[in-house]
């Protein structure tokens, strides 16, 4: 199976900064990576595919990158409403894999 | 893109089933396979197995061989995911999500997930 792992497992910033998370595959898996943010009580919600695709509605101001092994993902202009837990996932095979999630805090 | 409407909670005793419907809605329904993911309380999430909307074709996590059966009605478009044997360890939120089928897609909407509480 293919390990995911996301650092930090928590951070704290201010509004209007820019965050980033990143996540590594224990083998390539080239750009078959999602993330979803997951807010509290609420089902998770798709926010970018294949590495760097925004989801249809998604705001720009998500943003990923990466291929292979490390990927990242950058929340710029944070906002109280991007307090989540935010989790990657390879679809490269099966099974499907999640990191462990970041969770994401507005200081 | 496919909205998912997931049954409602369940409580179920050790060692019962449970059976989690997901129904779809929208345009070419058939050409979506649908996942499930469950997730513990204060925990991460966790992959269960897939099922095509077409062919009705499954894949199972190795976790979950033995126990999960993934089914479908086509003549009202929803998705079903019985756990067997429950134990309290399987008390979670249960989510389905859809993906265009294919060996590589990505998922693009979540059900609002099902409590499944398993207590004596």
């Known amino acids: 199976d293919i390990q995911m792992t996301q650092s930090p497992s928590s951070l704290s910033a201010s509004v209007g900064d820019r965050v980033t998370i990143t996540c590594r595959a224990s083998?390539?898996?080239?750009?078959?990576l999602a993330w979803f943010q997951q807010k509290p009580g609420k089902a998770p919600k798709s926010l970018i595919y294949?590495?760097?695709s925004l989801q249809s509605g998604v705001p720009s101001k998500f943003s990923g990158s990466g291929s292979g092994t490390d990927f990242t993902l950058t929340i710029s202009n944070l906002q109280p409403e991007d307090s989540a837990t935010y989790y990657c996932q390879q679809y490269d095979s099966y099974p499907r894999t999640f990191g462990q999630g970041t969770k994401v805090e507005i200081e | 893109q496919v909205q998912l409407v997931q049954s409602g909670a369940e409580v179920k005793k050790p060692g019962a089933s449970v059976k989690v419907s997901c129904k779809a809605s929208g345009y070419a329904i058939t050409s979506y396979d649908i996942n499930w993911v469950r997730q513990a309380t204060g925990q991460g999430l966790e992959w269960m197995g897939w099922m095509s909307l077409n062919s009705g074709n499954t894949g199972y996590a190795q976790k979950f061989q033995g126990r999960v059966t993934m089914t479908r009605d086509t003549s009202i478009s929803t998705a079903y995911m019985e756990l067997s044997s429950l134990r309290s360890e399987d008390t979670a939120v249960y989510y389905c999500?859809?993906?265009?089928?294919?060996?590589?897609?990505?998922?693009?909407?979540w059900g609002q997930g099902t409590l499944v509480t398993v207590s004596s």
């Open positions: 083998q390539g898996i080239s750009n078959y």
């Open positions: 294949a590495a760097s």
């Open positions: 999500a859809s993906a265009k089928g294919g060996t590589r897609s990505s998922y693009e909407n």
